[in-house]
C-alpha cells in the first residue's frame, strides 16, 4: 500500500497553521506528542455531545452509552497491540502506569494489601533482589524502579550502551536474583530498536517478569505484545494521535489477577464493609475514581485511524523519512548523530549536536524558520552522560511527515552554523 501524504496531512488541521510570522509549521516533535487528526478530534467531540456520563455507573441511558463507548474503546486499542480486553487497563499516561507496576510489586513485599490475592509473592521484592533495566531508559522507566530499589532494599543494575547506540548485550547483568527486567522497546532519543525476543529469553531464564516500555514503538511500528512475550507493557495516548491524559498498561491476565492494587477507592472495588473490602477483578481493580472516558474514546479512534492506514506502512514512510534525515544531517559538518546511523533496528527518531553551537541556540534558528523539534536531554540524561554531552537536538517523524520537512529540518542546521560562524 502506497502512503498519500498530503491526504493524510489533510486531516490534520493543526498541519495546516503557520508560525513565526507566516512561515509554515513544520512539525517534528511527534517523539514527545503526536498531532491528532480530525477522527479523533470528532470522535472526542461526538461522545461529549452526545454521550458524557460516569461509566460503570447509573441505570440511564446515557450511563450505559459511556459504558459501551469506554469499554469497546478498550477493546479496539487491545486488539491493536494483539491482547485480550481484560489485559488492558487505562492509565492516565504510560508514566503512571509503569508505576502502578512497581508499587504493586512493593505492596506485595510489604504485605499492604496483598491479602487476598493468590500468586501476590510472585511479586514480593526483598532486598537484595535485582531490577534490570538499560542505559537508554527515559526517566519514566528509571525512577520508579530507583525508587523500589530505595523502598524494598533490592539493587537496581542495567546494561551498558555502546558506541553505536545499540545495546551491550555483553554486559548482561542478570542473574538468579534478578526479579524484574524493564526497557524501551524503542529509545526516544536514539531512535534504536532493542532486541525483545533476546532479552525475554534471558529474563524467562531466571524466573524475571519484564516490562516493556513501548510508548515510542506502538505508535510507529506493528506491535503484538502477546507475541513477544512480555508481561507487562505500557503506551501513552497522546503519542500515537490520541488524546493527552490517557495511557495504556497492558499486563498478562494470569499476573493482573494476581497483582494488588495501587490506587484505591471508588469503581475498584466489589463490596465494602467498615471492616475492610474486597477488590473487583482486573481491569477495573486498577482504574480508581472516575476514568479519562472521552480520552479513551479518542484513544481508539486514533488506534482506528493507524489500522486502516496499517503500522506496516507506517513504519516503512518513517524510516524513509529517517534515512534522508540521517543521510543529510551527517553531510554537514561538525554535525554529530548519535545512535545508528542505518534504519536497521531503529526508528524514526534521529538525535545529534552540533559542534560549536549548543543544542538550544540551533533549536532556536530551526524555530525562527517555522521548524519546531525537541532540544535538551529529553528525559534521558544517564543516556546523554554516557555520550558526553549535556543536550542534544532530536527530530522525530511520523505519518504526516514529508521529504520536504526533512529538507527543512537539515537546511535549518546549515543555517546554524552559519549564524554562528562555525565552519
Given at each position: ?16 497553521r ?126 520508579p524502579?530507583?525508587?523500589?530499589c ?52 534471558r529474563?524467562?531464564a531466571?524466573?524475571?517478569l ?20 512480555v ?35 471508588g ?75 542505518t534504519t ?72 546554524a ?7
Amino acid at each position: 500500500m502506497s502512503l498519500d501524504v498530503t491526504k493524510i496531512r489533510g486531516d490534520f488541521p493543526i498541519l495546516a497553521r503557520t508560525v513565526r510570522g507566516g512561515r509554515p509549521l513544520v512539525y517534528l516533535d511527534s517523539g514527545a506528542t503526536a498531532q491528532r487528526p480530525r477522527q479523533v478530534l470528532d470522535a472526542e467531540r461526538s461522545f461529549l455531545e452526545q454521550h458524557n456520563a460516569a461509566v460503570h455507573r447509573g441505570a440511564h441511558q446515557l450511563a450505559e452509552e459511556a459504558t459501551d463507548a469506554y469499554e469497546s474503546a478498550r477493546a479496539r486499542i487491545a486488539a491493536f497491540v494483539g491482547a485480550d480486553p481484560g489485559e488492558v487497563v487505562f492509565t492516565k499516561n504510560a508514566t503512571e502506569g509503569i508505576n502502578l507496576v512497581a508499587y504493586a510489586l512493593s505492596n506485595a513485599s510489604s504485605g499492604c494489601n496483598a491479602a487476598g490475592f493468590p500468586g501476590a509473592e510472585r511479586f514480593e521484592i526483598a532486598a537484595g533482589d535485582e531490577i534490570v533495566v538499560t542505559g537508554l531508559e527515559h526517566h519514566a522507566n528509571l525512577v520508579p524502579w530507583q525508587e523500589l530499589c530505595r523502598r524494598t532494599g533490592a539493587v537496581l543494575k542495567w546494561f551498558e550502551v555502546g558506541e553505536d547506540g545499540r545495546l551491550d548485550l555483553d554486559s548482561d547483568p542478570i542473574t538468579p536474583r534478578t526479579k524484574i527486567v524493564a526497557f524501551a522497546h524503542q529509545s526516544n532519543v536514539l531512535g534504536t530498536v532493542l532486541p525483545v525476543e533476546e532479552l525475554v529469553r534471558r529474563a524467562r531464564a531466571v524466573g524475571a517478569l519484564v516490562l516493556l516500555d513501548a510508548c515510542q514503538s506502538v505508535p510507529h511500528m506493528p506491535v503484538n505484545l502477546t507475541e513477544l512475550g512480555v508481561d507487562f507493557a505500557v503506551f501513552s495516548g497522546h503519542k500515537m494521535l490520541g488524546p493527552s491524559g490517557v495511557g495504556v498498561l497492558y499486563g498478562r491476565a494470569e499476573l493482573l489477577a494476581a497483582m494488588p492494587p495501587f490506587l484505591t477507592g471508588g469503581s475498584m472495588i466489589e463490596m465494602v464493609r467498615m471492616e475492610g473490602s474486597t477488590y473487583a477483578p482486573p481491569p477495573q481493580r486498577f482504574e480508581a475514581g472516575v476514568p479519562m472516558t472521552s480520552q479513551a474514546v479518542g484513544l481508539a479512534a486514533a488506534v482506528d485511524y493507524l489500522g486502516e492506514i496499517g503500522m506496516d506502512v507506517v513504519h516503512a514512510h518513517e524510516l524513509e523519512l529517517t534515512a534522508l534525515a540521517i543521510e543529510g544531517l551527517s553531510a554537514i559538518p561538525g554535525v554529530r548523530i548519535l545512535g545508528p546511523t542505518t534504519t536497521e533496528d531503529r526508528g524514526g527518531a534521529v538525535a545529534f549536536v552540533v559542534d560549536g553551537v549548543h543544542a538550544h541556540d540551533v533549536g532556536q534558528v530551526l524555530d525562527d524558520r517555522g521548524v519546531a523539534i525537541r532540544v535538551g536531554h529529553h528525559c534521558a540524561w544517564p543516556l546523554h552522560r554516557r555520550f558526553g554531552v549535556a543536550a542534544t537536538v532530536r527530530a522525530s517523524f511520523h505519518v504526516y511527515n514529508t521529504p520536504d520537512e526533512v529538507t527543512a529540518l537539515v537546511q535549518g542546521v546549515q543555517a546554524a552554523r552559519e549564524f554562528f560562524g562555525v565552519s
